[in-house]
């Protein structure tokens, strides 16, 4: 069965250094990757979409890379800031699809 | 642009009583629409969409059922409330499917005493 898995449940860093969170795929082929962000007690907030024919892309302090091959999607916040602290999802879809969220990297950052 | 709104954002109802969340969005036409669950430190659950008026696809069965009666409004209903049916529900709407981010409206916190 299709199996998003990210890197851990938590990520605790210290405020200036830089963020890395890893999304894996299991038995599937996403055509599209998205990354969200959710504060506690609001809905995710859409962020960033990399197509599969795309190794990077980039928004002010977040880069978000895409293997294919890997079956793995790393999403990177430089210089990060206490504001930073929520949790990220990162659900896949094929382009034809709705999207599965998995219950996300909380990020921690630490003044 | 493009906006969403979703109320109420809290609610609390006795089991047994009936429910009624309603969403719309402002600002594009025909939308595909979302309802998502939360529970508590869990993942976000899909359990209904539409791609157009009238046209509603259950991702889980349940006590919940959906209508889209205009094509900006997605209501989210059950006749009867049980406890399980607590947490927090989202709607969300995007152009299509995969290759557009989908926006989320603020949610509501359902509580079922």
């Known amino acids: 069965s299709q199996k998003i898995e990210q890197n851990s449940e938590a990520l605790n860093i210290q405020e200036g250094k830089t963020a890395t969170l890893t999304c894996n795929y299991t038995?599937?082929?996403?055509?599209?990757l998205q990354w969200y962000r959710q504060d506690p007690g609001r809905g995710p907030v859409f962020l960033l979409l990399?197509?599969?024919?795309?190794k990077e892309k980039r928004k002010e302090r977040l880069k978000v890379t895409f293997d294919t091959t890997l079956k793995q999607s790393l999403f990177h916040i430089t210089a990060s800031q206490p504001a930073d602290s929520a949790t990220y999802l990162c659900p896949p879809s094929t382009g034809y699809s709705t999207l599965t969220f998995g219950k996300g990297t909380m990020l921690l950052v630490s003044p | 642009s493009q906006t969403i709104h979703q109320w109420p954002a809290t609610l609390v109802q006795p089991v047994g009583s009936p429910l009624s969340l309603e969403c719309t969005v402002e600002?594009?036409?025909?939308?595909?629409l979302y309802w998502y669950r939360q529970a508590a430190g869990r993942g976000l659950q899909l359990l209904f969409y539409s791609v157009g008026i009238g046209q509603i696809s259950s991702e889980v069965p349940q006590n919940l059922s959906a209508s889209r009666p205009q094509d900006r409004q997605f209501i989210l209903s059950s006749k009867k409330l049980l406890l399980s049916d607590s947490g927090f529900y989202l709607c969300a709407w995007s152009h299509i499917f995969g290759g557009y981010g989908y926006t989320f409206g603020s949610g509501t916190r359902l509580t079922v005493v």
């Open positions: 038995n599937y082929s996403p055509a599209y």
């Open positions: 990399i197509r599969e024919n795309e």
């Open positions: 600002g594009t036409s025909n939308p595909n």
